[in-house]
């Protein structure tokens, strides 16, 4: 039997377009199918192990892992806090003892003697610039009291800070994400233990400030030492938002010690001894490691989870992504979106943010910085086509790495001027005033000068009729004249 095409020339050519059609949809939907194949190896998943039972790679275990590496039961504050948080510390799509099951630690009761923050405990949100507020760095002068209903939430939080004082004297932290239901992917990771952190880090600055007022200096120099010990455990975190929430706790912590080291209540003694602990608090772990593994696992993790998964599901990562809803969830059935390529290009972008952290002086890493950022936006703007672009992704997982590093740079100033401001406030207490170089508070007051870590030069000092003034020359790596107004100096001067 002989098929002959219709007489027909408008149906003939229908027929034509219909199987032209047909042939492109089929190259197409090879093309998809292609482009959402992910072979594993260095340039695309940058690690082979472990997988999950289709073969992908297990981003998360890979995070956990790395980031539990030397933990123990006996090292890990991530217990104690938790019996000083409760509940309200563990992520909600886990099973209710996943976590504490999986830290081998007793179940936590649904009510006990847990933190209690202040918005909580006031029944109302907390006003903008409410003096009592310790992330307020002004709030930590001792000329006013502190009101009843603060000093009643501290009161209200003395066990819970008991036994953060307990936990704080262990030098790790680590608590595992997946507590039996393992989440599909690393940015649906719920951290909620942070913001109980931060809220109970300005507990203790606070009860801090209220208790240099009354005289109990011993308990307020212990809670500025729990306060930084926090810090430096929350920088231990896997994700860039602990790293940069533990910078600001150190920020605040800071503050409070000039405060109270100004304040005139503290002996020789006393002031000598908390200089020395200040010098001996190692620095805030830098943020690169997070960047290099966390982040970057994010990133591969969320390729990865988009190329294998169906429309719908893809659909719904992009839009809580983007903030952005797609046009139809089976586009991406056709969409060719080059996710190696795309996984290559942000190892690409991470790898040089690594070889800019290596640079040996802030003027070369900032430079570097710049570069990488400059470089990746610009990948970003001419990628005309969307998610068909290898750089697509880049603008949308890339955080601002280099805002992060300037961050961290900026707390690392913040505890070398403390620390010399606390010195200074010995010199004054010893002496009867200020001493006219920084070189006169060395040894006797402070066993090392530190250098400005901006710019590798001595920090800026000078002594005034009535203070000091005591800055670093900032971001910028310029002398602003200890302002932050008309530039970015980071400023520890007493009026």
Not at 385 to 398: C, D, E, K, V
Not at 407 to 413: D, G, H, L, Q, V
Request: with cysteine; hydrophobic share 40%; proline share 7%.
């Amino acid at each position: 039997m002989t098929l002959h095409p219709p007489r027909n020339r408008f149906l003939r050519f229908t027929i034509y377009l219909v199987c032209f059609v047909l042939i492109l949809l089929a190259l197409d939907l090879l093309w998809v199918q292609s482009n959402r194949t992910i072979h594993p190896g260095y340039e695309t998943t940058r690690i082979v192990v472990p997988t999950l039972d289709d073969g992908s790679i297990d981003y998360l275990a890979a995070v956990e892992t790395y980031f539990s590496r030397g933990i123990t039961a006996e090292n890990n504050a991530a217990p104690l806090l938790l019996e000083a948080l409760g509940r309200a510390a563990l992520p909600t799509t886990q099973p209710p003892d996943g976590i504490t099951d999986r830290l081998g630690m007793p179940h936590l009761p649904e009510q006990g003697d847990y933190f209690v923050t202040d918005e909580a405990f006031t029944k109302k949100p907390a006003e903008p610039g409410d003096p009592d507020l310790a992330d307020n760095k002004h709030a930590y002068q001792w000329a006013k009291e502190l009101s009843p209903q603060t000093l009643d939430w501290l009161k209200a939080n003395d066990k819970p800070l008991a036994k953060i004082h307990e936990a704080v004297q262990r030098p790790r932290l680590w608590i595992p994400f997946n507590g039996g239901n393992r989440p599909q992917i690393i940015v649906s990771v719920q951290i909620r233990h942070v913001w109980l952190l931060k809220a109970a880090g300005s507990a203790l600055l606070t009860r801090a400030s209220a208790r240099i007022a009354s005289g109990e200096l011993d308990g307020a120099r212990q809670d500025l030492s729990d306060a930084h010990r926090l810090a430096r455990l929350m920088g231990q975190g896997p994700t860039l938002i602990e790293r940069a929430v533990s910078m600001n706790m150190e920020s605040a912590a800071c503050g409070v010690d000039r405060a109270a080291a100004a304040s005139g209540k503290l002996s020789l003694n006393q002031l000598r001894e908390f200089s020395r602990e200040l010098a001996t608090m190692p620095e805030l772990a830098e943020p690169s490691e997070c960047a290099n593994v966390s982040e970057r696992y994010m990133f591969l993790d969320a390729l990865q989870f988009l190329a294998r998964s169906n429309p719908a599901e893809a659909a719904q990562v992009w839009s809580g992504i983007t903030s952005q809803s797609m046009a139809s969830p089976w586009l991406y059935y056709f969409l060719p979106i080059p996710y190696e390529k795309t996984m290559k290009a942000g190892n690409h972008w991470h790898d040089g943010y690594l070889a800019a952290v290596r640079q040996p002086t802030y003027a070369l890493r900032h430079a570097a910085f710049v570069t990488c950022e400059q470089t990746a936006t610009d990948l970003t703007q001419h990628s005309r086509f969307g998610p068909l672009s290898p750089q697509w992704a880049l603008g949308l997982f890339m955080p601002a790495l280099n805002r992060i590093e300037q961050r961290w740079e900026t707390s690392r100033a913040e505890s070398r001027l403390t620390g010399v401001a606390v010195a200074l406030a010995a010199y004054k207490s010893d002496r009867g005033v200020y001493p006219p170089t920084l070189s006169d508070l060395s040894p006797a007051f402070l066993s090392e000068l530190p250098l400005d870590n901006f710019t590798d030069r001595p920090l800026i000092y000078s002594r005034t009729d009535h203070g000091y003034t005591l800055y670093s020359a900032g971001p910028n790596m310029l002398d602003d004249g200890g302002s932050t107004a008309a530039g970015d100096d980071v400023v520890a001067s007493l009026k």
